[in-house]
C-alpha cells in the first residue's frame, strides 16, 4: 500500500507529521478516507475523531474542534482550531467547550451564528458519548 505524508498541526502545536498509509476525518459533509493519490480536495472539518494509521500499522487517533483539511495526491495537511490526542481528552474538557458555547449562543442574535453554535454544541454532544465510551 502507497504512504503519504500526513500533517495534524494545531495553533498549539504540531501533532504529528509522518508517513502514512490512510487518514479518516470528520469533514463538514461526513467522513473522509484520504489515502495516497487521492485527488486535490480542500474541506472544512467539523469536531470529530481523526484516525491516522501509520505506515507500520499502527492507528492514533486525535480529537479535532474544528478546521479545515488540504488534500493532495502526495498529502494532507489538517489545520485544526484545537486537537488534542484522545487520551488527553477528557468529560470536564467537553462539558467547558459546550458552557461556552451555550453561552455564546444566549449572547448571539444572527441567525446563521446561532445555527452555526447550534451544530457545533450537537457535535461537541456526540463526540462526548464517543471519547468517553473509548
Do not use: W
Request: with cysteine.
Amino acid at each position: 500500500m502507497a504512504d503519504f505524508n500526513f500533517e495534524l498541526v494545531s495553533p498549539e502545536r504540531l501533532l504529528l507529521s509522518e508517513r502514512v498509509s490512510e487518514v479518516v476525518i470528520p469533514a463538514t459533509e461526513g467522513e473522509m478516507t484520504v489515502m495516497a493519490n487521492h485527488a486535490p480536495t480542500m474541506t472544512t472539518i467539523k469536531p470529530g475523531i481523526v484516525s491516522v494509521k501509520a505506515a507500520d500499522g499502527k492507528t492514533t487517533r486525535y480529537v479535532v474542534f474544528g478546521g479545515f483539511a488540504d488534500i493532495l495526491p502526495t498529502g494532507c495537511t489538517l489545520l485544526a482550531e484545537s486537537a488534542v490526542p484522545v487520551g488527553e481528552l477528557s468529560r470536564d474538557v467537553i462539558a467547558k467547550r459546550i458552557e461556552i458555547a451555550r453561552a455564546e449562543l444566549e449572547n448571539t442574535s444572527a441567525d446563521e451564528q446561532k445555527t452555526s453554535i447550534e451544530q457545533f454544541i450537537a457535535s461537541m454532544t456526540a463526540l462526548n458519548g464517543i471519547v468517553v465510551a473509548a
